[in-house]
C-alpha cells in the first residue's frame, strides 16, 4: 500500500476534461503537492494511505477557479462610486482617489481582503493588474494562493512609477524577484489602448516574447473608447493593435464589448484570449460581449470578476452563472454557452491563456491539486438531477467549504487558515475611516 499526503473522497468530481464526465464515489489522491490519481473510493482505499483523508459524501469537488481578471487592491474601493459610467467613474472618482490614497500599505491591505474573499469564493488563482503588485507577492506568497502579477503599464505618472521607463523596470524587477516561485507568474498589463502609446506596445511585444509573458490589457470596453479612438486613429482600437501585431495568443484582451464579426474573426485566427467580466459590463453599462459568436469561431473566453470598485464583488460563481446567462440573451440562443462550458470558461480556458494548463485548470494526474469542495447537500441544491447544472445555475460561493492549492489547506470547513480575517477586516474598517474623512 502506497502512502500519500492526502486522499479526499466526494460524492462528485468535476474533473473538468474534454470528456465532460462527472465522477460519482471518486477519490483525489495528492503527494507532493500534485494529484498522483482519480479512482474508485474503494480502490482508494485497497492503493493508499495517507496523512490525512476527508471524507465529503455530499460535496462536489471541481478544479480551483481561475479569475482572469481582477484589480485586488481596488477592494478597498469597494462602494466607493456607483451607478457611474465608465470614464465619469474612472475621471472623477477612482484615479483621483488612487492618486490621494494608494501606495504599498495600501494594496496590501486591499489584496489581503480581495484574496481572502476570492479563496472563500472557491477561487485559487487570479490575473491581477494594479500597482505595487510586490506588496500583492507579499500577501500571495504568504497564503498560498496563485497569482499572475500584471506588470502595469500606463503613459501618465502615478504613485507606483513616473514614466514608461520605470513602469518597465519596476516590472521586470517584480519578474525577475518571481520568476522560480512555484505559484507566481507575471504578465505585462498595458492598462488600455486609450492610456498606452504603439511605441511602448511595440517594445512591450518584444519584451513578452522574449520572456515568453501574457499580455493583459482592457479592450473595446466602452462604445466610446471605440468612437475615441476612431476619431483619434482613423480606426478602431483592435485595428490598430493588429497593425503593431499585439493580437497573439499572448493577448488576453479584458472585456472586449464592442466587436464587429470582421473582428471575432481577427480574435480567431489570431489565437486572442479573452477576459469575460460580465457583472462589471453590466454594472457599467459598458455593453455586451458577443460571447456565443466568439465561442462559435472557436475563441477560448474566460471570465474575470474585474474589481470589487466596479462589480462589487469578487465572486465567480456569479459570474460564471451570468456569463451562461448573458450569452444565452445576447446570442438568442438557451443552447449558448452549456453549464460545463460555463466552469470551462471559469477553471481550463483561463489556464490556458496563462500558460498555465499543464499546472492547473483541470483536476488530472500530475498537475497541482488546486481543489475546491462545494457542499450540495442544502435545500437550495435539490433535486439533483445534474451537478455540473446545480453548480452553475443554483449553487453560490457559500457553499464553498474546502479550498486546497497544490494540496495545501487554505480553508476548512469555510475558515482561513492561512489568512487572519479578524486582522483583514479591522484593517479595511481602517483604511474606510481614512479615505472616508480625507475625500474631497
Known amino acids: 500500500m502506497q502512502t500519500v499526503d492526502l486522499i479526499i473522497n466526494a460524492r462528485w468530481i468535476v474533473p473538468v476534461t474534454a470528456s465532460q464526465q462527472v465522477l460519482e464515489n471518486h477519490a483525489v489522491i495528492v503527494k507532493d503537492s500534485r494529484i498522483v490519481a482519480l479512482l474508485p473510493q474503494q480502490q482508494a482505499t485497497q492503493l493508499y494511505t495517507a496523512a490525512a483523508t476527508h471524507d465529503m459524501n455530499e460535496h462536489c469537488l471541481i478544479p480551483g477557479l481561475i479569475n482572469n481578471h481582477a484589480h485586488t487592491a481596488m477592494s478597498l474601493f469597494r462602494g466607493l462610486a456607483d451607478d457611474l459610467p465608465l470614464m465619469t467613474w474612472l475621471n472623477d472618482h477612482i484615479w483621483p482617489a488612487e492618486k490621494q490614497f494608494v501606495g504599498d500599505s495600501f494594496v496590501e491591505s486591499g489584496s489581503a481582503l480581495a484574496i481572502a474573499e476570492m479563496i472563500r469564493g472557491g477561487t485559487t488563482c487570479f490575473n491581477d493588474m494594479y500597482f505595487f503588485p510586490d506588496a ?16 502595469v503599464i500606463i503613459e501618465f505618472p502615478t504613485n507606483w512609477a513616473a514614466n514608461v521607463d520605470e513602469y518597465m523596470h519596476k516590472g521586470q524587477q517584480l519578474h525577475d524577484h518571481y520568476r522560480h516561485h512555484p505559484r507566481i507568474t507575471t504578465a505585462y498589463a498595458p492598462h488600455a489602448p486609450y492610456t498606452v502609446a504603439d511605441t511602448t506596445l511595440e517594445e512591450i511585444i518584444v519584451n513578452a516574447e522574449e520572456m515568453d509573458l501574457p499580455i493583459h490589457m482592457h479592450i473595446h470596453e466602452t462604445a466610446a473608447e471605440v468612437s475615441q479612438s476612431v476619431e483619434d486613429f482613423s480606426m478602431r482600437p483592435l485595428e490598430r493593435l493588429k497593425q503593431i501585431g499585439l493580437l497573439s495568443p499572448r493577448l488576453i484582451a479584458v472585456h472586449m464589448t464592442q466587436l464587429s464579426h470582421e473582428e471575432i ?59 451562461a446567462l448573458l450569452a444565452k440573451a445576447v446570442g438568442q440562443d438557451p443552447g449558448a454557452i452549456p453549464a460545463h462550458k460555463a466552469i470551462e470558461m471559469a477553471t481550463i480556458n483561463a489556464a490556458k491563456s496563462l500558460g498555465l494548463e499543464q499546472q492547473t485548470g483541470s483536476l488530472e494526474v500530475g498537475k497541482y491539486a488546486d481543489l475546491v469542495a462545494v457542499d450540495m447537500s442544502s435545500l437550495e441544491s435539490q433535486p439533483m438531477f445534474d451537478v455540473v447544472s446545480q453548480l452553475v445555475y443554483a449553487t453560490g460561493r457559500d457553499k464553498v467549504t474546502d479550498v486546497w492549492v497544490a494540496g495545501k489547506q487554505l480553508l476548512t470547513s469555510r475558515q482561513l487558515t492561512t489568512l487572519n480575517e479578524t486582522k483583514i477586516i479591522a484593517d479595511a474598517q481602517q483604511w474606510a475611516n481614512k479615505i472616508g474623512s480625507q475625500r474631497p
Not at 136 to 151: H, K, P, Y
Not at 283 to 308: R, W, Y
Open 265 to 323: 474573426e481577427w480574435c480567431a485566427e489570431a489565437g486572442v484570449h479573452i477576459a469575460h467580466c460580465p457583472e462589471s459590463n453590466l454594472k457599467l453599462a459598458s455593453g455586451f460581449c458577443p460571447v456565443n459568436e466568439l465561442d462559435k469561431q472557436g475563441v477560448n473566453i474566460t471570465i474575470g470578476t474585474d474589481g470589487a470598485a466596479s462589480n462589487n464583488d469578487l465572486d465567480m460563481f456569479a459570474e460564471m452563472r451570468q456569463a
Open 136 to 151: 500583492t507577492a507579499r500577501i500571495v506568497d504568504r497564503c498560498g494562493i496563485r497569482a499572475s502579477l500584471g506588470m
